[in-house]
């Protein structure tokens, strides 16, 4: 048996009820597994045993107040998963959903995604299954206060940075940066995406959506296409998809589809970003407020958006959102590019399916990855005292989603698979980490 698949096998003994975990650690050791066979020094090594098992796993209580006077409880966590290439680095999430299979999913990919983005950070995640959702201000603050009395014992500026993701933005960096600076009396950039006038980076709000487009773009420029006057569809309504729609229209693309967990809404004319921002920024309201304001658009309850014809499919909202069926509709109605703007949004199986019918498939660890690396601008700047113009920060994000589409289309090209960017992002990001890992020991 393979060393890769012995690893694999004894992953899913060791943690057979983690089926997110399982399928991230699946795809990725599977991709790699060629690669690792022919570098027997990777075994030697014991560098996948020891890549799978977080270095540390911190899971605690989490009581704080409702508006009513009620003590409620949550359960809060943070994987510290690699730190050889740099501090733990990746977001927190605050959703239902949340238990310790999703952080360990989302914190095992990070540590891929971080290093393909050539900065010094490692791999992190954390968050709770609290639900912001219909919180008051006041409650979101009780909540991020606690939740941060027991964090702030396991982070620090060179130890664990965390950010954002789902259910965590701007009101709840604030709150949990204040906590942190009244605990340890310290101000420091322990967190990123902070408010631009405490120490946050223009142009982080925008990162991850701006450098999606910007690595769709560059694959399709290296097939002799451009996103312009392209068709897209984009699922979810939250940072990243707004800002992902943002860039695709200035870049002469027509954005005709959006959604959030209730249904979607299909605009012939082009979705109205600032009718968008208005209902999901400034309001916290639900996508389907838009046809109020827009009376050509269409509201369907439900997640059939991946039924809508498009050209370019863009993933944003959550894991597992677009399965094999999705995929078959897609491609049946013509699609040529799918990037993933969420983390493991595709099925396995829909995965494959795209490859197989040649689809420009960009995996989120190398999509996505625009939002962490301009996390890691802002932590030069603070380290540094100075803040960069939006102009600066974009520009840098540019080259660094340029250079992380040639890297992956190399290391797609060295394995014998070019234009697999599935396979060419877990080398290309395993095997930095793989070689970090056997410089430093144990
Ligand atoms: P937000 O909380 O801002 O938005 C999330 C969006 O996804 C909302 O529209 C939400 O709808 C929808 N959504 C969430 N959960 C579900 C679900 N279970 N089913 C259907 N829809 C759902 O989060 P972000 O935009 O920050 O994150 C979106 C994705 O991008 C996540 O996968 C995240 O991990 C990934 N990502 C985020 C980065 C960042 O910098 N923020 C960086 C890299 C990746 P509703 O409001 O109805 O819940
Ligand atoms: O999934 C991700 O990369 C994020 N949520 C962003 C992490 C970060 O540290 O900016």
């Known amino acids: 048996m393979s060393y890769t698949k012995r690893i694999l ?85 605050f959703h239902p959903s949340v238990n310790l299979s999703v952080i360990k999913f989302l914190g095992f990919e990070q540590i891929f995604k971080n290093s393909l983005t050539g900065q010094s950070i490692g791999g992190g995640k954390g968050g709770s299954d609290f639900d912001p959702k219909g919180k008051s201000d006041r409650e979101v603050m009780s909540f991020c206060n606690s939740f941060m009395t027991e964090l702030s014992f396991h982070i620090g500026a060179h130890t664990d940075v965390p950010a954002g993701d789902i259910g965590v933005g701007a009101r709840e960096i604030g709150f949990l940066f204040g906590q942190y600076r009244r605990m340890k009396r310290q101000f420091d950039g322990v967190l990123t995406g902070k408010g631009i006038g405490y120490g946050g980076s223009l142009g982080r709000k925008e990162a991850t959506g701006f450098g999606l487009i910007y690595l769709v773009e560059e694959m399709l420029k290296s097939h002799k296409n451009s996103i312009a006057d392209k068709t897209v569809i984009i699922s979810g309504s939250g940072n990243v998809a707004i800002y992902a729609t943002q860039k695709a229209i200035e870049l002469g693309a027509k954005v005709v589809a959006l959604s959030d967990s209730n249904g979607f809404i299909y605009d012939r004319d082009g979705v109205d970003l600032a009718v968008i921002k208005e209902i999901k920024e400034v309001r916290r309201g639900r996508i389907n407020e838009y046809i109020k304001y827009k009376k050509n658009a269409v509201y369907t309850e439900g997640r059939g958006i991946w039924g809508v014809k498009c050209d370019v499919a863009l993933p944003c909202a959550t894991q597992n959102e677009l399965d094999v069926n999705d995929a078959k509709l897609l491609v049946k109605n013509g699609v040529i590019a799918v990037g993933e703007g969420a983390n493991m949004p595709s099925t396995l199986d829909a995965t494959d399916y795209f490859i197989k019918n040649k689809i420009l498939f960009a995996p989120g660890k190398a999509a996505n990855a625009g939002g962490v690396a301009t996390s890691a601008l802002e932590m030069a700047q603070n380290a540094s005292m100075t803040n960069w113009s939006f102009d600066r920060v974009d520009a840098k994000l540019k080259t660094i989603m340029q250079n992380i589409y040639a890297n992956i289309a190399q290391a797609a090209i060295e394995a014998g698979k070019p234009d697999n960017y599935v396979v060419g992002s877990n080398i290309a990001g395993f095997k930095r980490v793989a070689d970090a890992m056997i410089a430093q020991g144990i």
């Open 9 to 93: 096998i004894e992953t899913y003994e060791k943690n057979s009820w983690q089926k997110e975990f399982i399928q991230a650690a699946t795809e990725i050791l599977t991709s790699i597994a060629d690669f690792v066979d022919n570098n027997p020094i990777y075994e030697r090594e014991s560098v996948l045993e020891r890549l799978v098992e977080p270095e540390r796993q911190i899971v605690f209580r989490v009581p704080w107040v409702d508006d009513s006077g009620k003590i409620q409880v949550n359960r809060g966590y943070r994987v510290q998963y690699s730190s050889v290439i740099g501090p733990y680095k990746g977001g927190l999430r």
